[in-house]
Each structure stands twice: as C-alpha cells, then as structure tokens.
C-alpha cells in the first residue's frame, strides 16, 4: 500500500497545520471575528507578495478568477494587447482577452523556450497601438520560467505606460517575484500552488497605474473595485471561502517564518535535485530557463512519457504529464508544495524504479545518488 501523494505542480500536498486549520467551525463572515482574521491574514498575504501594505486581494475562484478579474478591471475597452505565449497558459490569456472582444497579437515562442526581450520590443515596436502587455512568469505548462524583469525593463523602453500583466500563479513563492521594483502592473496567483492550498482561492495585485485605467471593472461577481472597496475593511464583496481562509493563514505563518527568500532558494534546489535525478537516468530538462516551481523533464529516447506518469501512480504519487504535443515525451514532476528533501529523494526513487520497470538499465540508486548530492551539497 502506498499513500497517496500530489507531486504535479498543483494542486499540491497541503500541511497538516493547513487542513488542520481548515478543519475549524466555520464563521459567520460578517463578524467582528471575520473581520480580524481577514485584515490579519490580507496583511501577511501582501508580505508574502513583496507589496507589504499594499491590497492583494482575496477572490474565491481558482487562479484564472484573479487573472480575469486583474484584467476586467484595468484593460480598457477597445485597448490593443500583446498576449506572450509559450505554452498553455500563455495561450489561456490569448484566449481569454479574444473572449471579451480584445484585439490581441499572439506573440509566439516555442514551448520550452522563453521570451525573448528584443522580440518583444520588436512586436511592440511594429504595432505602436499596443497598450497592455500580458505574459506568464513560471509557465507550468513547459516549466520554463520567463524573465519577467528584463521582459518589464525591455517593454517600459518602447512603451513606458504600458500596463504589463503577469501570471505568477506558479512563481508566487516558488521564486523572486517583486512587483513593484520590476515595475509590473498586475500580479496574479491562486491556491493550489505554491501556497500549499487546496484549490479554491484567486489572489489579484494592481498597480495604482492599472487601478487608474477606468473606474470601473464590467463584471459583476468578478469586480475587482467593488472587492477592493470591501476588503481594506477586512470585508468581502460576496460569502468568502472562510475555512479557506483559515489555512491561508496557516500556509502564511509557515512560509512567512521560514523566510521568503529561504524559500526560495529552498524551493530552487528541490526542483535542481529532480532535475539532476532525471539528467542522472537520461531525461533531458524540456525547458531552457528552467522555473523552480516544476521540473519539466524528456522521456529518455523510446520511452512513452505517460508510461513513467503511470509509474509514479502505482507507487502512489501523482505528477503531470505533458500536455498537447507535449503529452507523449514529456512528464512533469514537482516539489512546489507541502515537501521536504526526502520528499524529493521519493520522486528520484520513483523516476529510476519507473524506468527500471519500462526496461531501461539504470543502476540502481543513480537518480537518488543524483538528487543527494545536490540536497547536500
Ligand atoms: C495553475 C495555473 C493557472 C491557474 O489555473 P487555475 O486552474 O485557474 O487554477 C494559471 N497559470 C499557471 C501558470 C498555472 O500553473
């Protein structure tokens, strides 16, 4: 018997102080006690997202909510967009600006590589009607992690007032993210990622430079003005997900007391450790610029890469596959939430005994022997 554990880059194991949390009575959300825990837990949010003081505000909906509210709220009608896209999600936010009726270049990079900057400036350059930029940083979907800073420095250059919103679902915690000295305009997470959550919460951050776009967001339920309104008074618009809350909390505390910048670098070398455990047992990283949130990892040269993902299931763990034309070579293991370094050993163990099983010659102990010596070295 085996127990069941999430190593895909979200939904993530949740620590037991989280659902622990979780566990309590529900509240009432329009109380005095309500409103404590929500402007306590509001403050430790915006210091998680290195904005202290600032509103990141609270939706219950998965990440794309916060996305598509970010986004409703500061785009004006009629504006002309530059959609990044090198995978998935970048595709999702093509797609979701084409929704509302967004003219939108789909500026497109092949999937495991980055933006380049100069293209950027170049697309922008081309197209002097642009007016909102929109990219991902850890793209989950390729495990490739954008340069956010150098793609801000690179469109501020062409387009100083452009509004530049950014997918952090997956960076947010796993890597540096700051906001405002990178001069973004919207930052938006969810969280079933890095924040160690079941799915159920989108987190939203405008700039003062996006919140002046338009005075108004044209949706009901996802308004993020109506939401900001509310919450600096440690209320919500419509009934908050109050026991999520209460782990959001939790997850705040143990990530806050650890140190950001700990985690970090705590999170970087569990993600080098899987890589090094695949490149150990010849799966080649998928990305260039590899995102510390996933390891996006090649099926060794005649392996199905679903047959490895189905190996990790008989052993109990549960990683993601590849997707689109990614699904047959590709697989994508990941430490992003509730884990340690034996944790990350685990999944070493399970790739080299998966492939063992799919009649590869592996020594073994390689791909552990790989992941150690990167934990402790
Ligand atoms: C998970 C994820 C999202 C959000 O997806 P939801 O299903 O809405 O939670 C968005 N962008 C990236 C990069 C992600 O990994």
Known sequence: MYKPRLFAPGPVEVPPQVLEAMARPTIHHRTPEFKELFLRVREKLAELCCVPGEDVLILAGSGTSAFEAGFLASVPKGSKILGINAGKFGERWVKLARTFGYGVTDLQFDWGKVAEPAMVRQALEQNPDISVVMTTHSETS?????D????AR???EVRPEALILVDCVTSLSATEVRPKEWGLDG???GSQKGLMLPPGLGFAWLSERAWAQQDLSPSFYLDLRKERKSQVKGETAYTPAVNLIYGLEASLDMLLNEGIEQVWQRRAKFNEAIMAAGKAVGCKPYA???????????APEGIAAP???????KRGMRIAGGQDHAKAVMFRPSALGYADAFDVISIAAALEASLRDLGQAIAQGSAVVAAMQVLEG
Do not use: C
């Not at 260039?288 to 090649?298: E, G």
């Open 142 to 146: 390729t495990g490739a992690l954008h």
């Open 148 to 151: 956010v800073q150098a793609l």
């Open 154 to 156: 690179a469109i501020r």
């Open 187 to 189: 930052v938006f997470s």
């Open 288 to 298: 260039k610029r590899p995102s510390p949130a996933v390891a996006a990892l090649y």
């Open 307 to 313: 047959d490895i993902v189905k190996g990790f299931t």
